[in-house]
């Protein structure tokens, strides 16, 4: 299992894969869990989701970010979001990767991208969540926060339960919205609990901390375990329902974000959406390589897959990174 985890962590990795899967459309049964690859398409999935009580956070994919133009040209395509969740009258906000921003450029030009982006949010009273990525970009991102705090109360961001510094984190945080997860990229030991047991036992603590301590909850997790775990919890405690909200990825667990919401929890469902599909599709991948019955479908009810060629071959090639 860990096997293929670092697999599919890897090819996620792999720009050459990554560059090439732009120029198809959603392949390898992504579009099961990616919700489009425009505006248009994306509105209409939340729409849907709407009409059964669920609202949505929207994430415009993008990976590897070096360039300038690159991050100016996510700015641009989030302000258009932004316009167009408001203009529809859509019940959604918005989900953003700092590095798709200007990070890994320049500390101040993704700062000022955020600003901007926050600030038109502010005008539709529209929340903006910084999602968080691995260790090297965690305090930066914090640092952004705090900066954008100083104007703004539009944002929140992640807290990764696997990381030994989130119960620190947390508390200084209390009073942000706050969406907790157990973590998605693979960390060293040095910063981060290995062990699923420790990171659920952290997870428990965090959520129940911020359920009692905190402003608002977005618990996110597929793990049905933890969401019981969490009702028992909020009903024990007298939790208002409107202090917390359940969030699942696009396309996962379908049944259960339904049933959820039909029960009166409040359920936010993170839409990702755009060409740049391949790396949150492989990271997903990776955490549940169940998730190949995804593709597994797409390849035997379809055509066999040219990316399939490309990611055996890649793999095989040896060009797959072995960064982390
Ligand atoms: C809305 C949302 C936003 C996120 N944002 C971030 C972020 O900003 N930064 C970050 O690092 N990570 C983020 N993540 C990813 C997160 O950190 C985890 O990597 C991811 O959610 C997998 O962990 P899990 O809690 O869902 O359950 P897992 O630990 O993967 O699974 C636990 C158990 O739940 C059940 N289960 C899980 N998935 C399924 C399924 N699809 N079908 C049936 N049973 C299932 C199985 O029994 C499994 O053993 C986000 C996740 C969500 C849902």
Redesign the pocket.
């Known amino acids: 299992m860990s096997m293929l985890k670092d697999l599919f962590i890897g090819l996620s990795q792999n720009q050459f894969l990554n560059s090439a899967a732009k120029k198809y459309g959603l392949k390898l049964g992504a579009q099961s869990v990616v919700a489009g690859t425009n505006i248009e398409e994306t509105i209409r999935s939340i729409k849907e989701l709407n009409a059964h009580g669920i609202s949505c956070?929207v994430d415009n994919l993008g990976e590897f970010v070096y360039k300038k133009e690159e991050a100016t040209e996510a700015k641009e395509q989030i302000l258009e979001v932004i316009e167009a969740i408001h203009k529809n009258q859509a019940d959604a906000h918005i989900?953003l990767?700092p590095t798709q921003l200007g990070l890994d450029i320049d500390y101040n030009f993704c700062l000022e991208n955020l600003t901007e982006i926050v600030d038109r949010a502010s005008k539709y009273d529209m929340f903006i969540?910084i999602?968080?990525?691995?260790y090297s970009h965690l305090q930066p991102s914090f640092d952004i926060l705090d900066e954008l705090s100083k104007k703004y109360d539009n944002v929140g961001?992640?807290i990764?339960?696997?990381f030994y510094r989130a119960e620190e984190d947390i508390q200084k945080y209390k009073n942000y919205r706050l969406?907790i997860?157990?973590?998605?990229?693979k960390e060293p030991e040095e910063y981060a609990y290995q062990d699923?047991k420790d990171?659920?036992t952290n997870?428990i603590k965090l959520i129940e901390w911020h359920l009692l301590n905190g402003k608002f909850t977005?618990i996110?997790?597929?793990?049905?375990?933890?969401i019981n775990h969490v009702k028992d919890f909020v009903k024990a405690n007298n939790i208002p329902n409107d202090k917390f909200e359940f969030?699942?990825?696009y396309g996962?667990?379908k049944d259960?974000q339904l049933q959820l919401a039909k029960e009166g929890y409040n359920f936010?469902?993170?839409v990702p959406f755009g060409k740049d599909w391949y790396g949150y599709f492989m990271?997903r991948l990776a955490?549940?390589p169940?998730?190949l019955n995804l593709v597994a479908k797409q390849v035997f009810t379809k055509k066999t897959n040219t990316m399939i060629g490309l990611a055996a071959g890649a793999f095989l090639l040896g060009r797959v990174s072995k960064k982390k």
């Open positions: 956070t989900s990767k969540n999602d968080m990525e691995d961001t992640v990764q339960a696997y969406r997860v157990k973590g998605a990229y699923k990171i659920d997870f977005s996110a997790t597929h793990d049905h375990r933890i969030q699942m990825l996962f667990r259960m936010c469902t993170y990271r955490e549940r169940q998730n």
